[in-house]
């Protein structure tokens, strides 16, 4: 599943929250949502990508809401293409 940033609130939170992103292994992008302060640690997800694309994430409205646009944690990803390729980038 591709998502789009469409003009929603979850695309509108993906642009407007602060995100940071570390790239644990091939495929994974750990997004810890800043915008929490303190309890940024209580607000970290793990999106699964493949090709450049985020197909899964680990948050629970993802988990249980499944919006046919993706959640805001993968819309972040998604506009990020730096991020997206260390994601993708196959490691020896």
Same mark, same amino acid.
């Given at each position: 599943? =591709? /998502?789009?940033? +469409? *003009? !929603?609130?979850?695309?509108?939170?993906?642009?407007?929250?602060?995100?940071?992103?570390? @790239?644990?292994?091939?495929? =994974? /992008?750990?997004? +810890? *949502? !800043?915008?929490?302060?303190?309890?940024?640690?209580?607000?970290?997800?793990?999106?699964? @990508?493949?090709?450049?694309?985020?197909?899964?994430?680990?948050?629970?409205?993802?988990?249980?809401?499944?919006?046919?646009?993706?959640?805001?944690?993968?819309?972040?990803?998604?506009?990020?293409?730096?991020?997206?390729?260390?994601?993708?980038?196959?490691?020896?």
């Amino acid at each position: 599943m =591709s /998502v789009t940033s +469409e *003009n !929603t609130t979850a695309a509108k939170r993906a642009e407007w929250e602060g995100m940071e992103y570390r @790239v644990p292994v091939h495929g =994974s /992008v750990r997004v +810890e *949502n !800043t915008s929490y302060g303190e309890e940024s640690d209580e607000h970290v997800y793990v999106v699964s @990508v493949e090709s450049e694309i985020p197909f899964d994430c680990t948050c629970p409205s993802w988990q249980y809401n499944n919006p046919d646009n993706g959640c805001k944690h993968m819309l972040a990803v998604e506009n990020k293409p730096a991020v997206l390729q260390a994601a993708s980038e196959v490691r020896e």
